[in-house]
């Protein structure tokens, strides 16, 4: 059996007495882990927080479109998955309040909505959204995308 005697987490080598491996890390501030969700469904988003959580990022929670951007302030996620249809105000409202703060300008935004995906796709796409979903979506599918753009 080999020993661990040093780990190198930047580098996510693990070196041992006889050989260096790879060793799967969760992922640090650094390496950008942290997603907000906007979307007034409990449900929903209890069932993405523990597919989210599996798969190491921190989540945090908005219920609707003035606390998303309070939200967003506090905690500075690295990626939004939002929802168009909000109790408050829409998704857009909360896009737009997002950009004004040059803190979350550039965060990438997921948006996964009930509503038809090809009637808000051009209004998605000019607002700056990375993705597009249309509930319900495939876990699979969520997290590559999510993957895609948190690394």
Same mark, same amino acid.
């Given at each position: #059996?080999? /020993? ?6 930047? /580098? ?7 050989? =260096? ?8 501030? &650094?390496?950008?882990? $942290?997603? +907000? ?6 449900? +929903? ?16 929670? &908005? ?7 309070? /939200? ?6 690295? =990626? ?14 909360? #896009? ?8 979350? &300008? ?5 948006? +996964? /909505? ?7 796709? $051009?209004?998605?796409?000019? &607002? ?15 997290? +590559? ?7």
């Amino acid at each position: #059996m080999l /020993t661990l005697t040093s780990c190198m987490p930047e /580098t996510d080598v693990c070196e041992t007495d006889h050989e =260096l491996r790879l060793v799967r890390q969760k992922p640090t501030k &650094a390496r950008g882990n $942290k997603i +907000l969700i906007v979307d007034d469904d409990p449900d +929903l988003c209890l069932g993405l927080n523990i597919r989210l959580a599996a798969n190491y990022y921190d989540v945090c929670f &908005a219920n609707n479109a003035e606390s998303a951007i309070r /939200t967003a302030l506090a905690e500075l996620p690295d =990626l939004i998955i939002l929802d168009i249809g909000l109790p408050d105000y829409d998704g857009y409202f909360v #896009m737009e309040g997002l950009r004004a703060f040059p803190e979350l &300008a550039e965060v990438p935004i997921v948006v +996964l /909505t009930a509503r038809n995906r090809f009637t808000h796709e $051009k209004r998605c796409r000019d &607002a700056g959204v990375k993705r597009l979903f249309e509930k319900p979506v495939e876990d699979q599918v969520l997290l +590559l995308a999510i993957r895609q753009y948190l690394g």
